[in-house]
């Protein structure tokens, strides 16, 4: 082992310790309060059991010792395996998805707290075990990037609240019973009862803040300079999914169309729900439709382009794997092609479209449209012909119940949505740069 490596693992022994320690306290929380107010002594020894476990590891945490810091390492040969999948973004797209499928198809199972708790247990030990990579540490342990990989954490506690309660709240109306919200329905003061933990949580975030402010140093860089720039130059993190567009469509398209599109779409919901069961209280089944076209838009489309560009994106905006060296030197030579390029110079062996020289502008105008006639069809086909194909089959029972203008709304809002993962997986498999490019106007598409 180098030594580099070798001065790594004894800086983070005393922090890779504490965590096996808290995680051990953690389960042994669980233990207590499943076997005192669950009154389930099996389940209580379960993570008793795994308190045990972690408290196992933390002395070879704290011992800094390269080959007791081996024992609670990620394999090499795994850690290569998951550099060589997660660096291939679609991998990573489609996994995300098919992943966030299964927890919807199975949301039953997944729900339950004992699964839940499981799972957690599953991500801290995998963070625990990577952080002994130095590659994967520096990342994760990036002031900058701390906060981003607890807000991982916190949405899939509420993502799994929310469904939680969503699977109760069906399971007890197919019985014939009410939302457990309206059980709960009476008024509660203001004052002391929601002041008081007002309160609370106010000294608890302040103490958090505060230890938070000691323990991580403020991710201060030096003086800007068009001399020299960061490698990567990333936006915040709530802009890294806007920053992830930029790859795929012109800033005006990624910049302005598309989040202005998302900001009339939230306030048109009101205007084209014509759902009106489900308020008030947590329901799947009411709102399937609803349900999985918010946590697609949100989770699929925003949430993992945020992870992408926080712990996958590097120097040269290439991809590199978590494990993997953040090289500056790395080189994907990418020859990306555009439609009208595909179509003329490859499908039909001939050269692009072009005005002669003199040509008045109207003229160059009419080769400009020749050339770009097959992506300008294609996309007009998409925004014109699939709205009414989607009324006549799979959204048939929308158009109907919304009316002609409503579902044309929701139509083109849906499809608006869609052309970023279209056009990411035309990226990807067939390296195409733009449907239209009309360079001439700076209107590219």
Request: hydrophobic share 55%; charged share 15%.
């Amino acid at each position: 082992m180098h030594v580099n490596e070798a001065e790594f693992l004894q800086g983070i022994s005393g922090f890779l310790g504490s965590y096996y320690v808290t995680l051990a306290v953690l389960n042994g929380i669980a233990a207590l309060y499943v076997w005192e107010r669950l009154e389930k002594s099996r389940l209580a020894l379960v993570w008793l059991a795994l308190a045990v476990f972690f408290l196992a590891l933390s002395p070879l945490a704290f011992s800094g010792d390269s080959r007791m810091m081996g024992i609670i390492s990620v394999p090499g040969s795994i850690r290569n395996l998951v550099n060589v999948v997660m660096g291939i973004p679609w991998a990573y797209s489609t996994g995300t998805l098919v992943f966030l499928s299964l927890l919807y198809f199975f949301r039953k199972f997944f729900v339950k707290p004992v699964v839940a708790w499981s799972g957690l247990n599953a991500a801290l030990l995998l963070m625990g075990l990577s952080i002994t990579n130095p590659s994967f540490a520096t990342i994760v342990t990036k002031p900058d990037n701390v906060p981003i990989v607890g807000l991982v954490f916190l949405l899939g506690f509420f993502t799994w609240l929310g469904a939680n309660k969503a699977v109760t709240n069906d399971q007890r109306m197919k019985q014939g019973l009410e939302p457990t919200e309206k059980m709960n329905s009476e008024k509660i003061l203001v004052w002391p009862d929601l002041v008081y933990t007002e309160l609370i949580c106010m000294i608890a975030l302040t103490a958090l803040l505060l230890v938070w402010g000691i323990l991580l140093q403020a991710p201060l860089e030096e003086p800007a300079s068009s001399v020299k720039t960061p490698n990567p130059s990333k936006a915040p993190w709530y802009f890294l999914g806007l920053q992830e567009m930029l790859v795929y469509y012109d800033p005006w398209m990624a910049g302005v169309v598309l989040p202005s599109l998302i900001i009339f779409g939230l306030m048109a919901i009101p205007f084209i729900d014509f759902n009106k069961q489900g308020n008030g209280y947590y329901t799947i089944e009411q709102r399937k439709f609803a349900y999985l076209t918010f946590q697609f838009g949100f989770l699929v489309l925003w949430v993992t382009l945020i992870v992408l560009g926080t712990f996958l994106r590097g120097p040269n905006w290439n991809f590199f794997g978590p494990y993997e060296i953040w090289d500056p030197h790395k080189v994907e030579a990418l020859n990306n092609i555009d439609l009208s390029e595909y179509f003329w110079v490859i499908g039909l062996e001939r050269a692009l479209p072009s005005a002669p020289a003199g040509a008045g502008a109207i003229e160059q105008i009419g080769y400009i449209i020749l050339r770009e006639l097959p992506g300008i069809l294609l996309l007009a086909g998409y925004l014109l012909v699939m709205p009414p194909l989607m009324a006549m089959t799979v959204f048939r029972k929308f158009f109907f119940r919304m009316g002609f203008l409503r579902f044309m709304l929701l139509a083109n809002l849906l499809l608006f949505m869609m052309l970023l993962p279209i056009k990411m997986v035309l990226r990807w498999t067939v390296n195409l740069k733009y449907i239209i490019h009309i360079d001439e106007y700076f209107l590219n598409f």
